[in-house]
């Protein structure tokens, strides 16, 4: 884990990197020596939010043969009505990537 700040905001002691547990999830942080304050990346928070259920619309990247694939919640496809065979059109966004689904039916398929 890389150092994203020197001191801790309450004491103003030098935090150190460390190890906790959260709800039974293993995180890495840094933890004032002092008072006892853990620091977190939001990476370390989203996995904290995966791990403990609390964001269910996030899913792994897997590879299959040479390419890339993520498995979508059933409840997203029944929502949106995707079938195998419709596709998805990726469009680049600045705070990610959005992907709209487009029926086989709709365009003629």
Known sequence: MKKFMKTCYKCGTD????KTVKDGVNLDCLKCPKCGEEYFTSSE???FDIKTGKRK????????GDSM???????????YK???????????????????PIHAKDIGD
């Open 57 to 64: 619309l996030i899913r792994k990247f897997g590879v299959l």
């Open 45 to 47: 928070l989203i996995k």
């Open 15 to 18: 935090v150190k990197i460390a």
């Open 69 to 79: 694939v993520m498995r979508f919640p059933s409840d997203v496809l029944k929502d």
């Open 82 to 100: 995707i079938k195998p065979g419709d596709y998805g059109i990726f469009e680049k966004k600045p705070e990610g990537i959005l992907i709209k």
